[in-house]
């Protein structure tokens, strides 16, 4: 089974596909595997094992190569890879036989551990105007804070809307969002609902209904996005990954 004509690249290992250099075909292997080879043996290592050697070890890398290529085509890594998506590709792929319900569950959590958001840089992806006037707001606000909780407020963290997330701008939510995982390990999803304005909390408060890979919603989330930086705690029943 060739998967099409990808990952020959600047770190080697990564196929017998054929020798054809394609600029666009390295640059997608980075942005799946930042760490180039390394991460796609251990992908196809941690497959061989989940799967107790079913396959061998050459397929498994075509499996894992194809399945990264899904899960990266659908969002990158977004909230339209989810577990029924793994599943159809699976079974497309004539090896849905080798995964039981707990199998593709580690599957699905091992394909998404590639995904860790960076910080995103404001000043690479707001306008200058755009970026000066949320610096201002921040400047001026009285609770802005580099910790990861808001001093002098109640409610449970992140779990109600006056003890929000602190995070340094709105386009940096989803980069937290998208480190946290439930208590077993596996990603989230989120769909924001609105803002809320609060005496307690300086700005609009944003609301996110939270799923999990299931897409069985199971919390609501709240962020404060006029701080300095972004929180590395999780409320409660969720983890953040580093």
Not at 63 to 69: K, Q, R
Not at 181 to 195: E, F, K, Q, S
């Amino acid at each position: 089974m060739k998967i099409f004509n990808f990952f020959k690249a600047k770190h080697a290992v990564v196929t017998e596909i054929d020798n054809n250099n394609d600029p666009f075909i390295d640059e997608l292997f980075l942005k799946i595997f930042p760490n180039g080879d390394t991460d796609l043996i251990e992908l196809t290592n941690n497959l061989l094992i989940i799967i107790n050697n079913a396959i061998s070890k050459e397929e498994a890398k075509h499996l894992s190569c194809a399945a990264a290529i899904t899960a990266y085509s659908d969002g990158g890594f977004s909230s339209r890879f989810c577990l029924e998506r793994l599943q159809q590709h699976l079974a497309g792929k004539g090896c849905l036989k080798y995964f039981n319900k707990q199998k593709l569950q580690e599957f699905y959590a091992l394909l998404r551990k590639y995904h860790k958001p960076k910080d995103i840089d404001l000043k690479s992806v707001l306008p200058k105007d755009y970026l000066a006037w949320f610096l201002d707001i921040v400047k001026s606000n009285p609770q802005a804070t580099n910790e990861d909780e808001i001093s002098d407020t109640s409610g449970e963290f992140g779990l109600e809307p006056t003890n929000p997330v602190p995070v340094f701008g709105v386009p940096n939510n989803d980069v937290y969002l998208g480190r946290l995982r439930t208590l077993n390990g596996m990603p989230i999803y989120w769909d924001r609902v609105g803002c809320i304005e609060l005496e307690t909390i300086f700005q609009p408060v944003d609301n996110y209904d939270i799923y999990d890979a299931k897409k069985n919603k199971i919390a609501n989330i709240y962020i404060s996005s006029y701080h300095l930086s972004i929180s590395k705690k999780a409320p409660k029943g969720f983890i953040l990954i580093k």
